[in-house]
């Protein structure tokens, strides 16, 4: 079967940086995803990691490794704003699959 | 661009009448998305189509349910009867290629069931 799993809540203050990890079984791999979604919003992309190791984008970076079917979001100087469900997708043989989504908060 | 764009934003009908969700996708993107997201299922991959033909639609969840593409422009999701369980929030998304660089999703439609 496939399937991803994420932790399904993660708390942190104001600053401090937070790391969320994704595990993954499919059939087939085509690279790992991350979307964030606020509460009543759409899941918005965020980064790709087609290959190993690390993507930067701002204060959001994407981990990933293949051999160990794993990858990680880690989020640096986390904002308020910051405070939102985070989703892995990985993309298997045929389709993008999503995990059940991290529920970040940020507290001050 | 405008982005995905979807209508309605608000769906509220009783059950066993039929509904009907319409999306754009961005122009230029050559593959479509519908999803569902509930809190108990989370976010669930319906159908999706590449170049308007349907690739795979083992997500759907019983014949009820249809999706079709007339054109690189439009699709519709249909649920005839509707049901209860069908409440969630509908998600349409775009995008240029499969390899999971960037879906773009479109604000969604929130189906009440009654």
């Known amino acids: 079967g496939q399937s991803l799993e994420q932790p399904s809540e993660v708390t942190a203050v104001e600053g401090a940086i937070v790391q969320i990890n994704c595990t993954y079984q499919?059939?087939?791999?085509?690279?790992l995803s991350w979307y964030q979604q606020h509460d009543g919003g759409a899941p918005t992309f965020l980064s790709y990691n087609g290959l190993d190791g690390l993507e930067e984008t701002g204060r959001f970076s994407s981990f990933l490794s293949r051999s160990d079917s794993y990858g990680y979001l880690l989020l640096q100087e986390l904002q308020m704003k910051d405070s939102a469900s985070y989703f892995c997708?990985?993309?298997?043989?045929?389709?993008?699959?999503f995990g059940t989504g991290t529920r970040l908060q940020v507290f001050p | 661009d405008a982005g995905v764009i979807q209508s309605p934003r608000h769906e509220v009908t009783e059950m066993g009448q039929e509904v009907t969700l319409r999306c754009k996708p961005i122009?230029?993107?050559?593959?479509l998305f519908w999803y569902r997201q509930t809190m108990m299922r989370g976010l669930e991959l319906l159908i999706y189509?590449?170049?308007?033909?349907?690739?795979?639609d083992s997500g759907m969840p019983e014949d009820r349910f249809s999706a079709k593409m007339p054109n690189a422009s439009f699709s519709t999701l249909k649920i005839q009867p509707s049901e209860p369980r069908d409440s969630a929030v509908y998600f349409c998304?775009?995008?240029?290629?499969?390899?999971?660089?960037?879906?773009?999703f479109g604000p969604g439609t929130r189906l009440t069931v009654l």
């Open positions: 122009s230029g993107h050559d593959y």
């Open positions: 998304a775009s995008s240029l290629a499969l390899s999971g660089r960037g879906q773009f």
């Open positions: 499919t059939s087939g791999f085509y690279g």
């Open positions: 189509f590449n170049n308007n033909v349907p690739i795979d």
């Open positions: 997708a990985v993309r298997g043989t045929d389709k993008l699959i």
